[in-house]
């Protein structure tokens, strides 16, 4: 998946209010067994059964097929998801990350989160982002009145604001994962840029 680095991200939102939304429903089962890592592959896959009926046509009712929510994430449009409690249960298969990211969502805010789920999105430089049960209604009632209201996530800070109203949360991320996150480093470069320290260390043994 694509590595970008990650700073301040102020973007337009896809509210996908579904408690205990499990990996089969991010991706089903069926994809799994692809070779593939293209990202367009599994960004297609992404809730493919809710968006697609039996036939292949779209439902109309879903939310990413509505017109306020259907355009495909850019800079600053629908790069942030913002989802119901417990987001990514069940299955821990990886593929829902992918799916995620290769749909080109960099953040997604839920109450909670099932932990795989949560380190696969990080690895697939996707920030999941954990805010209040009242701060995410918040979130949601602003979206519902206004399709085009931002909401700021600022790595750095480690903050989440809701542009609309000016309310902001704090959220909490691994040290680690910041860093890479921010360096749009993954674990392999992680340790390619520690090779100067790592053989300084092993030339002291």
């Known amino acids: ?32 067994a692809s070779t593939t890592r293209d990202p367009k592959f599994f960004g297609d896959a992404f809730m493919h059964d809710l968006r ?30 913002v989802g119901g409690d417990n987001w990514g249960s069940g299955s821990s298969r990886e593929h829902a990350a992918w799916a995620i990211a290769g749909y080109g969502v960099r953040v997604v805010i ?33 979206i519902a009145a206004d399709a085009q209201a931002k909401v700021e996530v600022n790595v750095p800070e480690q903050t989440v604001t809701n542009r609309a109203t000016g309310h902001s949360e704090h959220f909490d991320i691994n040290g680690y994962k910041k860093y890479c996150l921010m360096n749009a480093l993954d674990d392999i470069d992680f340790l390619l840029e520690s090779k100067n320290k790592i053989e300084d260390f092993e030339s002291q043994r």
């Open 1 to 32: 998946m694509a590595k970008q680095k990650f700073n301040i991200i102020c973007s337009t939102c896809i509210p996908i209010a579904i408690d205990n939304c499990n990996t089969d429903l991010i991706i089903p089962a069926r994809y799994l």
């Open 52 to 81: 697609y009926d039996a036939e292949g046509r779209p439902v109309e009712d879903f939310v990413m097929n509505k017109p306020d929510f259907s355009e495909a994430p850019h800079e600053g449009v629908h790069e942030i998801i």
């Open 110 to 142: 839920s109450s909670s989160f099932a932990d795989i789920h949560r380190n696969n999105l990080l690895n697939c430089f996707v920030l999941p982002v954990v805010v209040s049960s009242e701060f995410q209604q918040e979130l949601f009632d602003t």
